[in-house]
């Protein structure tokens, strides 16, 4: 019978994993349970993805009679079903350095996970003050080069590119390049704590190997240097685009040499103030050239609009008004913001999608448009309505594109006396013509708990669906506290949430030992307890199988909060005989053979 038993088991879990994301928009799938400063994720070639975050990590002292803040940086891996494949902390360092602006990880032609971190494990300064010592920490810049199987491929403490400290580093971007070299590029503002200071910006090219520095030099423009920091865009041949916040664009080589002098985009002013600028240019590659898009209030009538212009391969203006950028959308006594785009390659098209305000900014709603890559607005010159002006807030669009070159158009939106959270996506034909709208995630608080949601993304069309990853702060909101956590939800190409998707990865095994899953009473007859160790704050579910690997009964579903955590279960009318409990985590599976008397 023991042999019987254990290949029915085999058999019950060799089977693919089934779909993890919820077919529920209230519920949706958890992707990281604690709260988080910064986070990206991206999508590798076989469909899995990957998330990255970084969190307050405690203060530690530091040997000097102080203590100082860390902060961990953490990356997991999943499968296209939501299911965790692996993760790691990737560093937990002293730090100080601006979040905001810094673009983390970039993903290379192999499907490493490239990290930058900016820290202060090298900082040697400190400032004295009246009230006693203090060290006040100045950051420096590592690198870290991950295969997608979790392994450190420059070493576990990443590779340093500047290990001078520094009051302040930003902007951080990184590319890869064909032949495997990785550039990156950063601002720096005055060394050795010193609060004033010349801000430049270096570009630093890395061996695709070692990690060793080939070359590091300034960024520079008619001989000056850049200081407003520099997004990176791959150009083919070796080549990267940079593009810098005045704006203006040029374009380098692998030597970090100028292959054509810089191309001025835009010069009327009236952005944010701050490091906003950073934040609002978005780019996007374009047949070796990059569209860049923004918006801004040059005429200084506190009605913003949005806009894009193209720079082609050979650094040329390929269309914009002068250099003021083409609008994008042309309704009046409108606030227009934050567009975000996508290149359809098949048919050398662009989409775009920004939130619109009225003046007030009371009253909300989302917008689409195409664009030719000659600047034709190819739908209505107001864009296309792809979420209602209403009275209630509506932001955070993103946008996709399905395989057959299909738009599909994401936001989220605050309704119900600011307790409702809803986020839609809406799918149209290039020529405008709406498909289908489906509501990917909604849920509603209550007077104490309001599940707020911002920080919307969404990673490209893989495996026959989209997958939706946003900041919630469910379940522990309140009113007081707002922990951002990221959740997740996938949406197919017709439409649908929560369908059942083949794992890409190789079937979860059975495990018949006794990782983090114990029974008390074994046989069981009445009552008897299983307890779960070391799997604090995670998603896990407990069932039941019969012997042809078919569920009988669940006894837990949910998420644990203790390091150990007991519940109580009865076989009820359950026959006699030999059953497998089995704890399903985002891992995989542990199993427990179960004799009831």
């Keep these: 019978m023991k042999k019987i038993l254990f290949i029915l088991v085999t058999i019950a879990f060799t089977i693919p994993v089934k779909a993890q994301w919820s077919t529920d928009p209230t519920e949706n799938n958890q992707i990281v349970f604690e709260n988080t400063y910064d986070w990206e994720s991206h999508l590798l070639s076989d469909g899995s993805f990957v998330v990255y975050y970084n969190r307050p990590d405690g203060y530690r002292p530091t040997g000097l009679g102080d203590s100082a803040s860390f902060l961990k940086h953490v990356l997991k891996r999943y499968n296209a079903d939501g299911t965790l494949i692996w993760e790691k902390t990737v560093a937990s360092t002293p730090n100080k350095t601006f979040t905001v602006v810094n673009e983390y990880v970039f993903i290379d032609g192999n499907d490493n996970i490239l990290i930058c971190v900016a820290d202060a494990r090298y900082d040697t300064f400190g400032i004295l003050y009246p009230s006693g010592l203090y060290k006040w920490w100045h950051p420096n810049l590592s690198i870290y080069k991950i295969s997608k199987d979790g392994d450190y491929l420059w070493g576990e403490n990443g590779v340093s590119i500047d290990k001078t400290p520094h009051h302040g580093i930003a902007q951080t971007n990184v590319i890869a390049l064909e032949n495997g070299s990785v550039v990156v590029s950063y601002s720096q503002d005055a060394q050795n704590g010193v609060y004033s200071g010349p801000v430049t910006t270096k570009i630093v090219c890395l061996d695709a190997e070692t990690g060793e520095i080939k070359w590091k030099k300034d960024l520079m423009v008619n001989s000056s240097n850049v200081s407003s920091g520099a997004k990176l865009i791959n150009g083919g041949n070796d080549e990267f685009i940079a593009v810098y916040n005045s704006i203006a664009v040029q374009k380098l080589d692998f030597n970090g040499d100028e292959v054509w002098p810089h191309t001025v985009v835009y010069d009327k002013g009236g952005f944010p103030s701050g490091p906003l600028p950073y934040t609002v240019i978005k780019t996007i590659p374009v047949k070796r050239g990059v569209f860049i898009s923004w918006y801004a209030d040059p005429d200084g009538d506190n009605f913003e609009d949005v806009f894009c212009s193209y720079v082609d391969m050979n650094g040329n203006l390929v269309f914009s008004t002068g250099t003021a950028g083409t609008k994008l959308g042309y309704q009046e006594y409108s606030r227009k913001f934050s567009p975000v785009g996508i290149y359809d390659a098949v048919n050398e098209f662009v989409y775009y999608e920004w939130r619109e305000d009225n003046s007030t900014q009371s009253w909300h709603r989302i917008v689409g448009q195409k664009i030719s890559l000659t600047g034709e607005l190819v739908w209505d010159a107001n864009g296309v309505e792809t979420g209602a002006m209403l009275q209630r807030s509506a932001g955070y669009p993103a946008i996709g594109l399905d395989d057959e070159g ?153 998420a644990v909060l203790n390091d150990e955590n007991t519940v109580a279960w009865n076989p009820g009318t359950l026959a006699k005989g030999i059953y497998v409990a089995t704890l399903r985590t985002q891992a995989g599976v542990e199993a427990i053979k179960l004799v009831i008397k």
Excluded at 487 to 495: E, R
Excluded at 497 to 508: L, M, N, Y
């Design 406 to 558: 299909n738009p599909v158009f994401l936001y989220l939106e605050q309704t119900n006396g600011q307790k409702d959270y809803a986020g839609y996506a809406q799918k149209r034909t290039p020529a405008g013509d709406s498909l289908w709208t489906v509501t990917f995630t909604n849920t509603v608080g209550d007077s104490e708990h309001i599940y707020d949601k911002s920080n919307l993304k969404v990673l490209p069309f893989s495996q026959n669906q989209w997958i939706a990853l946003w900041n919630d702060n469910r379940p522990e909101a309140a009113d007081l506290l707002n922990y951002d956590h990221v959740w997740g939800q996938n949406i197919t190409k017709d439409g649908n949430i929560g369908t059942t998707i083949t794992s890409i990865e190789a079937p979860v095994k059975a495990n018949m030992g006794n990782a983090h899953f114990f029974v008390a009473n074994n046989p069981v007859a009445g009552e008897t307890s299983f307890t779960i160790k070391g799997l604090k704050e995670q998603k896990v579910e407990i069932s039941i199988l019969n012997g042809f690997g078919k569920t009988v009964a669940t006894v837990f579903k949910g």
